[in-house]
């Protein structure tokens, strides 16, 4: 569930301290030495100058950081700068690439340092960035989660997430190795587009209920109403997502009751048991997966969280992340959603012929507020898996240019169909016509979809 009024709000996430390399200060003949107690305990000290509410400081030649004041506990001065001969480096614009040891002497382990190390994303380092490292917990808003999720939560932590969760270890660490392969499509999606992505300060926060009453009260508790179809969403307001076992979902738990009345033969219960167990791993793909995709898109940079971004592109590109790639040995963007496919037929017609010219030129693609619901997720979908196969580089152009809109910039829906039309083509009978032929013609593969619940 992508909640329309508050899907592009905006989600406070601001980096504490970032480490780039580039010209040193003492070649400007500025700057003094300072030494900056942070509030981790960590002592970092170099040349620096104050900027707005931050230090620019640098520890090394050719290396500086940008610390925020709000990780600051205090800053001494140690009086003029003089440039250190024993302390000179190349940096990456010289002959040396700076080590990994010594990143690690200047800002810590990332065991114990609790900022994130990250290298400012410029175009010299776009391929030398390890966008798939470990980054650190925010302690603070986990033990924060910790309370909300109840006395019985416990925490586990991968390279990208921190998992607070009430249900059994193996299935959120289960869990935790699903929404790791996602993370990784997601970079190599953006890799392919030729999408630069940015590192998240923090690692991405789920809740894992080990119930679905438990799951049911947590949604209350954000001012959701409860909705027992509702099995999982992204919360953009406080940046988190929430899931639960799916085997305790209250319609599955009923029909395990009936399964366990002495007149239900054996083998009816085999059957149901597993068709149960088919629908549970179905949900995994198309509602986790989904909503996770959503939450990676926001932080890692394919979507800005403040731009106006079109509904239908938010929710047909997390609808590619449903369907593993490595089950066809393809990529995202070339792997077939059958299950997506099907509803596109339901609803548009065997081919889309339910679909006009008018209804996406002047209100699917450019009026968020008019977006049809799950109806609109399979026609996302469909589009996205169109647009890539036959127009793989306006594609990657188009997706470029409007993921990068400016921060709380309302575009009109005459731009943003102006946007389309310049990639991809005037949008009339014969555009329609040509797509509806591209959708009819995709063979359907019964095996790929979910069972339907006995």
């Known amino acids: 569930m992508f909640r329309p009024k508050t899907w592009i709000a905006a989600l406070a ?31 970092i000290e170099g040349v620096g100058e104050e900027k707005g509410d931050a230090y620019l400081i640098e520890v090394r030649s050719g290396i500086k950081m940008t610390i925020g004041k709000n990780s600051i506990l205090r800053v001494e001065k140690l009086g ?16 040396r690439r700076v080590s990994d040891d010594e990143i690690t002497e200047i800002l810590g382990s990332e065991t114990k340092f609790e900022f994130s190390p990250r290298v400012s994303v410029d175009v010299t380092l776009r391929n030398q960035v390890d966008h798939f490292a470990e980054i650190p917990i925010n302690e603070v808003s986990r033990d924060e989660m910790l309370v909300i ?47 630069t992505p940015h590192q998240p300060d923090y690692k991405l926060e789920i809740f894992f ?46 029909i395990k009751d009936y399964m366990k009345q002495p ?68 990529s995202i963007l070339s792997t077939v959603n059958y299950p997506r496919l099907k509803e596109f037929r339901q609803f548009f017609g065997p081919a889309g012929q339910a679909l006009s010219v008018q209804y996406l030129r002047n209100i699917y693609l450019v009026n968020n507020q008019a977006f049809p619901g799950f109806i609109g997720y399979s026609l996302g979908w469909s589009l996205h898996y169109y647009l890539w196969t036959k127009f793989p580089k306006q594609y990657g152009e ?23 039309e310049d990639s991809f083509g005037k949008l009339d009978e014969d ?17 790929a979809l979910p069972p339907d619940l006995p």
């Open 149 to 195: 999720a109840g006395q019985n939560a416990d925490w586990l932590a991968t390279d990208h997430f921190v998992f607070v969760y009430t249900s059994e270890t193996e299935k959120a660490r289960m869990l935790g190795t699903r929404l790791e392969k996602v993370y990784e499509w997601v970079l190599r999606y953006m890799n392919r587009l030729g999408m």
């Open 263 to 330: 007149g239900v033969p054996y083998s009816v219960r085999q059957k149901n048991e597993n068709i149960i167990k088919a629908w549970v791993e179905h949900m995994n793909l198309d509602v986790v997966q989904h909503e996770a995709a959503h939450h990676i898109h926001f932080n890692v940079g394919v979507y800005n969280r403040r731009s106006d971004m079109d509904r239908w592109n938010a929710e047909g590109l997390a609808s590619l992340f449903e369907t593993p790639p490595l089950k066809t040995g393809g």
């Open 80 to 95: 003029p700068a003089e440039d250190a001969g024993g302390q000179s480096g190349v940096g990456l614009n010289g002959n």
């Open 398 to 420: 188009y997706m470029r240019k409007v993921t990068s809109r400016e921060d709380d910039v309302r575009v009109d829906a005459e731009q943003k169909l102006k946007d389309w």
């Open 13 to 43: 996430s601001a980096a504490c301290l970032t480490a780039f390399w580039t010209t040193p200060i003492l070649a400007d003949g500025g700057g003094e030495r300072i030494r900056i107690h942070l509030n981790s305990g960590k002592v």
């Open 431 to 447: 555009w329609l016509k040509k797509f509806q032929d591209f959708m009819g013609a995709i063979e359907m593969k019964p095996s």
């Open 209 to 254: 209920f080990g119930t679905h009453e438990e799951y049911g009260r947590f949604q209350q508790s954000t001012g959701s109403p409860p909705n027992e179809g509702t099995l999982g969403f992204y919360m953009p307001w406080q940046n988190r997502s929430a899931f639960f076992d799916m085997e305790t979902w209250a319609p599955l738990v009923r």
